[in-house]
């Protein structure tokens, strides 16, 4: 099933959005395939298992992408006022939990069979009448499957950013970083071929980490947008400019004498809601409404602006000392 694509976007993020969802499926079609291979080679490798069940897991965040955009399509409803924008951000909760489980999970489990000791095998294979170590082929595998995961995560990081789609983004920097995995299970298997059995067991926690760290990232991400912290860049590197464009613009109108904001991120689109005192303590109905379209000209994303006079600004609406809006 293609989602929708929701036709309030404009033109050029309809088009960013389509390629992203046709990204999200050439990468699950890709993990499924990889997950086949990997499969087939497993032998008694804990770094390889854990590296195949990264790549199982690893689809979560497309899943959850794929879901998402179809439910923000809807339109708004009488139960659901605000719309469906935050199934983005739900979407990145899920996917950050269950990365978060399994990556715990897989660590208990590695961190046991080095308690333990244990020695893992790896046997051989008859390929076209010549016997070949098993490792060999699982290194080749993981080598030839690094690669293209990188790619993909490239091209989705591009998309992201015109989208402001976080649960894009933490996908492609997941996918940026997967050629780690592959690394890591092929020094596990080199491991146990040169004769350090600890080695294998030390590169699935190393993997483990990873999953488990992306899972953090992802969760802890979710939870301060779902908290209604104030609206941030897709990476959440730093408070978004449109804060202060909502302000700077306010504040230029003449009937204006002071003006605060709070912005708070819907998942992909911005709820303003900004406060000002009129001049003389007065203001017209037709001025609240110019005022308010125009802000929702400023950008695509502000889609949900409400402009509240007051006597005075309140003290979270308020200006920072470096200028944005806390």
């Known amino acids: 099933m293609i989602p929708r694509v929701d036709r309030k976007l404009p033109l050029d993020q309809q088009k960013a959005m389509r390629k992203a969802i046709r990204l999200e499926w050439m990468t699950l079609a890709y993990a499924a395939l990889t997950i086949t291979v990997v499969f087939f080679v497993l032998g008694n490798s804990q770094a390889m298992k854990t590296a195949w069940i990264e790549d199982m897991i690893s689809t979560m965040p497309q899943i959850a992408f794929l879901v998402a955009v179809s439910i923000v399509a809807k339109k708004p409803t009488r139960k659901h006022p605000y719309g469906f924008h935050r199934a983005m951000e739900v979407g990145q909760l899920v996917a950050g939990v269950a990365l978060g ?52 995560g490239r091209a989705k990081m591009k998309v992201a950013g015109p989208l402001h789609n976080k649960l894009l983004y ?27 059995w600890w080695m294998d ?40 400019p449109l804060v202060d464009e909502v302000h700077d613009y306010l504040g230029s109108l003449a009937w204006i004498t002071d003006v605060g904001s709070r912005v708070r991120d819907e998942g992909q689109v911005f709820h303003v809601e900004a406060f000002v005192v009129p001049r ?19 950008d695509w994303k502000l889609q949900d ?22």
């Not at 961190?111 to 009448?129: A, D, F, M, V, Y």
């Not at 509240?308 to 609406?317: C, L």
């Open 170 to 196: 933490a996908d492609a920097d997941m996918a940026k970083a997967d050629w780690t995995t592959n690394v890591g299970s092929v020094v596990g298997v080199a491991g146990i071929g040169v004769g350090i």
């Open 305 to 326: 602006v409400v402009i509240i006079p007051v006597p005075e600004i309140p003290r979270t609406a308020m200006r920072d000392r470096d200028g944005a809006s806390p």
């Open 101 to 152: 489980i399994v990556g715990l999970m897989l660590i208990v489990d590695a961190s046991t069979g080095l308690i333990k000791q244990e020695h893992p095998t790896i046997g051989t294979i008859n390929l076209w009448g010549n016997t070949i170590w098993m490792g060999w082929l699982m290194m080749i595998v993981m080598t030839l499957i690094a690669a293209p995961p990188v790619l993909l």
């Open 201 to 240: 067991s030390a590169a699935a926690i190393f993997i483990s980490i990873g999953i488990l760290w992306d899972g953090i990232k992802n969760t802890r991400a979710s939870i301060l947008d779902l908290m209604d912290q104030r609206a941030t860049t897709f990476n959440q590197k730093q408070v978004h």
């Open 280 to 298: 003389r303590g007065k203001v017209t109905a037709e001025q609240l409404r110019a005022a308010r379209d125009e802000c929702m000209r400023l």
